[in-house]
């Protein structure tokens, strides 16, 4: 009898939610069964925060769009993870009516304050947009990536075993679609490039958006195998991880992601080898020269390779200069082309954020079409984080995104030129390096309107800025004094 009066509210609860799932169930509604998950959910948001944070990022590989189970739904987010987002922008908002206060630091960063003014100008632009509830909605994804994976990320990340447990979280759930993926694909057969677009759905809805990921953490699991580990099992499981990996961005036939990782090699050589600014400066100036010296007999020269896309490696690889044949090389231009002619149109504000696919059909060219354009050009993006921006956000929208590369960069290089602990400086150059391949990928696709992509490139950027802020000797010195 105690143990009843002592559960007098826990029975009538499960009284009443088994009497509201009846009731549902009549109706042939059947999300009742996930009450009890959801105020599980809200009490460890309350109670243990960083604990569904790293649950978030694990769930991100593994996420499907809701789209999938309810084709009709008004609004496609990416279920598990985008609904935890805004929890998270939520807590943020609430920590600071309530004040308790994020260290102010995070917010003074050139970094953070390059990504504000970045935010700010995608607001504004929504304002101005051609198409405000596509653009507000658009701001609204960025904000709820951009808070929980950069700002409160920066202050979870003065913990240093919490960055291991944040890069850690997505590699694992993403080595399950890894196997997935490759497991479809050898079921039909490794060397068929057309079924490498596909075998990773609907985890990822194709193979450049999967390559520019495996690309992003081939740097990080190739810096991990040189950070010092108590156990050494854990070592052999991050060289299969590496190996594995480099297998999957292989067969991923996605040509960008191969580019991004060649190139990579290239930067951490120049970083490495502190090659003066004033070479490298040089340098560009003399290669970009040099193109417009040569620009016509180097187009020739492009024109003339008319190596498709194909299923033999060497080929594929071939095919990235086309620009006679190739439908997906002359689809980009086509893209590019269309946002160039919507920029001057409008180069302040542009055509509003997210809008780039509603809007680009008329700015195609007849001469710029292949056979994969559509009258309605409603099949996609610009294909670039750095031109989508120029049409979408005007100057601006390009120019403040650029700063924020800029600025994580100089502060990752800072900081790997300055640390103390030699396995900070491996972890600041990995994860770096991991941004590259992705900066590098931006010039010919965009993603960072998917959760898959933002975790890690705005979770990456946060390591970047905390180990500046917190965890270089000077700053520890100078924040604890005292240490026990």
């Known amino acids: ?35 009890p998950f959801v105020f599980l959910l809200i009490w460890y948001l309350i109670t243990d925060i960083k604990l569904v944070f790293l649950a978030s990022v694990f769930f991100t590989p593994l996420s499907i769009l809701l789209s999938e189970f309810l084709p009709d739904a008004p609004v496609d987010v990416s279920i598990p993870t985008e609904p935890l987002f805004v929890a998270f922008l939520l807590i943020f908002i609430l920590k600071h009516i309530t004040g308790q206060k994020i260290d102010k630091k995070i917010f003074r960063h050139p970094v953070s304050i390059a990504i504000t003014i970045n935010l700010t100008w995608i607001f504004v632009t929504s304002i101005t947009s051609s198409i405000p509830a596509v653009s507000f909605k658009f701001f609204l994804s960025r904000f709820w990536f951009v808070i929980p994976f950069y700002f409160l990320a920066v202050y979870f990340f003065k913990d240093k075993n919490f960055i291991k447990k944040f890069i850690w979280a997505y590699i694992l759930s993403f080595t399950i679609v890894v196997f997935y993926s490759l497991i479809n694909h050898i079921s039909v057969g490794l060397f068929v490039k057309k079924i490498a677009q596909g075998v990773m759905k609907p985890f990822y809805n194709d193979h450049t958006s999967y390559g520019a990921l495996l690309a992003m953490y ?46 990579v090699l290239a930067v951490f050589i120049i970083i490495k080898l502190k090659i003066n600014r004033y070479i490298l400066i040089f340098s560009a100036v003399t290669l970009v020269g040099l193109f417009f010296i040569f620009q016509f007999q180097i187009l020739d020269t492009l024109k003339k390779n008319r190596q498709d896309s194909s299923s033999d490696l060497e080929k594929h690889v071939s095919s990235v200069t086309n620009i006679a044949t190739d439908a997906s090389n002359l689809e980009r231009i086509n893209r590019w082309n269309s946002a160039f002619k919507m920029f001057e149109e409008r180069p302040v504000f542009g055509f509003g954020p997210g809008t780039y696919m509603f809007q680009y059909a008329p700015y195609q060219m007849s001469y710029d079409r292949t056979i994969i354009s559509t009258d309605f050009g409603d099949v996609g993006n610009a294909h670039s984080e750095y031109i989508g921006p120029l049409a979408e956000s005007g100057i601006l929208g390009t120019l403040t995104f650029l700063a924020i590369i800029i600025l994580t960069i100089i502060t990752g290089i800072k900081v790997y030129y300055r640390a103390k602990d030699k396995n900070m400086k491996i972890l600041v150059i990995s994860l770096l390096s991991g941004l590259i391949t992705y900066y590098i990928h931006g010039f010919l696709n965009n993603f960072l309107n998917t959760d898959k992509a933002s975790v890690p490139f705005w979770g990456f950027t946060a390591i970047i800025v905390a180990a500046d802020l917190f965890h270089e000797p000077e700053k520890q010195k100078y924040d604890n004094p005292n240490p026990a």
């Open 1 to 35: 009898m105690d143990i009843i009066k002592n559960n007098k509210l826990l029975f009538a609860a499960s009284f009443i939610y088994i009497l509201i799932n009846v009731v549902l169930i009549y109706f042939d509604i059947y999300y009742g069964i996930f009450i």
């Open 218 to 263: 081939i740097p990080v699991l190739t810096g991990w195998l040189f950070i010092k580990k108590e156990n050494k099992s854990f070592e052999i499981i991050n060289f299969f991880l590496l190996i594995l990996f480099l297998f999957a961005v292989v067969f991923s036939y996605s040509r960008a992601a191969w580019i991004s990782v060649a190139a």
